[in-house]
């Protein structure tokens, strides 16, 4: 399977504390996508991040990708509550679709 | 504020009862994708259109499911006779198309929680 497999499948912090997951694939990509799902939500989109790249942000979020490693890493900082969700990468491997891993599930702990 | 609509966001419905699922994806973007999402499986790609055209339904059981796109501004994704197995999460997601170089971001519709009997 070309699923991604995100690690870990859960995780709680406390707020404020970053919360780190990582996204694990099989074949070489175009690009690597992060998605968020709330609690009975549709996904929402987060960053892409293209294989010739090494780190993206945007807010508080930063997004790793280690090509030679085939894997990801998606940091949030300085957490909140609203950050609980799931978290979902994304893989393109240029055949025009994404495949989406298992998800992490975060919980912020106020 | 544009977003991707579905309808119905729940239907519950027994055993041997078509379903039938809609999808509006946001306005000028030409590819529209149908997932189904459950805990045993996570999310599964069941098929997607370009331009109204269907590029690949590989993902779909093709003797129950189908998919079209009767015009630019709907998509339809039905299931007959429907099965217990086929409770899920339902979404449709619609995108602008793979930009060169740049990848395609997907933006998804609130769901269609579908439970059958």
């Known amino acids: 399977s070309q699923q991604g497999e995100e690690d870990p499948q859960a995780l709680s912090i406390q707020e404020g504390e970053n919360a780190t997951m990582n996204c694990s694939y099989k074949t070489s990509i175009n690009n690597l996508q992060w998605y968020r799902q709330n609690s009975g939500r549709g996904l929402v989109h987060l960053i892409l991040?293209?294989?010739?790249?090494r780190e993206k942000h945007s807010g508080r979020l930063r997004v790793t990708l280690d090509t030679s490693k085939k894997s990801s890493s998606l940091l949030i900082t300085a957490s909140r509550a609203a950050d609980t969700a799931s978290y979902f990468c994304?893989?393109?491997?240029?055949?025009?679709?994404?495949?989406f891993g298992t998800g992490t599930r975060l919980t912020i702990i106020p | 504020d544009a977003r991707v609509t579905q309808t119905p966001r729940h239907k519950v419905t027994e055993m041997g009862q078509e379903v039938t699922m809609r999808c509006q994806p946001i306005?000028?973007?030409?590819?529209v994708f149908w997932y189904r999402q459950t805990m045993m499986q996570g999310l599964e790609l069941l098929a997607y259109f370009r331009n109204r055209a269907p590029l690949d339904d590989s993902g779909m059981p093709k003797d129950r499911f189908s998919a079209e796109m009767p015009d630019a501004t709907l998509a339809t994704l039905k299931i007959q006779p429907s099965e217990p197995r086929d409770s899920a999460v339902y979404f449709c997601?619609?995108?602008?198309?793979?930009?060169?170089?740049?990848?395609?971001?997907?933006?998804f519709g609130p769901g269609t929680r579908l439970l059958v009997l």
């Open positions: 994304a893989t393109d491997f240029g055949n025009e679709k994404l495949t």
């Open positions: 997601a619609s995108g602008l198309g793979p930009r060169l170089g740049i990848g395609e971001t997907q933006y």
């Open positions: 306005l000028g973007h030409n590819t």
């Open positions: 991040i293209r294989s010739n790249e």
